[in-house]
């Protein structure tokens, strides 16, 4: 079954220190990879997302991921951290395999707090 | 500007209501989505729909309904079945049905309470 895991609650930075928000997953086939904000009371915004190549991907606001198919992990980065990036991120999985569905999977969450 | 539309954005169910979460999306997409938030729960899918008068359950139906009679719009009912109504609701949709590398487009969300 596919899952999705977001190790820490919450995540606290520095204004101008580099930022790490972690994910793994499991997948039975090749993975499909996406990360999304939250700001509070508002939808989820797609930042970013894995599908094949490079494994280093580039997204919106200055954010990346890196992908490690032997980590099963994909990771959000972002070198220099800006307090307005404060919000809930989640990681969410579609397995290649999966059909006609396109069901995702999310991870619980982590919140990300700058401090100025 | 093109996007998905829920409303309203707070509603309140007495005991025993059913009440009705609007979503409309002005993309053209094919799939639409119902998602349920709770806090250290991420998202749980409801239902979902990949075509006009089609839709399934997703992992968490009970208690819930929807309708796809128009591709712009994918209204979800709460019955007086669903004992813990209380929660964030989410609607995505997403385009290109063949293309499943297509990310989820969501939108503001409907928080519902219990009076």
């Known amino acids: 079954a596919q899952s999705v895991a977001q190790p820490e609650d919450q995540v606290n930075v520095a204004e101008g220190n580099p930022l790490t928000v972690k994910c793994t997953y499991s997948?039975?086939?090749?993975?499909?990879l996406f990360w999304y904000v939250q700001y509070p009371n508002r939808g989820l915004q797609f930042l970013l997302k894995y599908i094949t190549g490079d494994n280093l991907v580039k997204g919106s606001y200055g954010f990346e991921a890196e992908f490690n198919k032997s980590q099963t992990s994909f990771h959000l980065k972002k070198p220099s951290a800006l307090v307005s990036d404060s919000a809930l991120y989640f990681c969410?999985?579609?397995?290649?395999?999966?059909?006609?569905?396109?069901?995702?999977?999310f991870g619980t969450g982590t919140l990300l707090a700058v401090q100025p | 500007d093109g996007g998905i539309t829920q409303s309203p954005k707070y509603l309140f169910r007495k005991e025993g209501q059913n009440v009705t979460l609007s979503c409309e999306q002005n993309l053209n997409h094919d799939a639409m989505y119902w998602y349920r938030q709770d806090p250290g729960q991420g998202l749980r899918l409801i239902y979902y729909s990949q075509i006009v008068n089609d839709f399934q359950k997703g992992d968490i139906a009970e208690g819930y309904s929807v309708s796809r009679e128009k591709k712009e719009s994918f209204p979800l009912t709460v019955t007086s079945a669903q004992k813990n109504p209380t929660a964030f609701y989410l609607c995505a949709s997403r385009g290109d049905r063949g293309l499943y590398s297509q990310p989820q487009h969501f939108g503001d969300g409907t928080r519902l309470s219990i009076l």
């Open positions: 997948v039975s086939g090749n993975p499909y």
């Open positions: 969410a999985v579609r397995d290649g395999y999966g059909g006609a569905t396109n069901k995702l999977i």
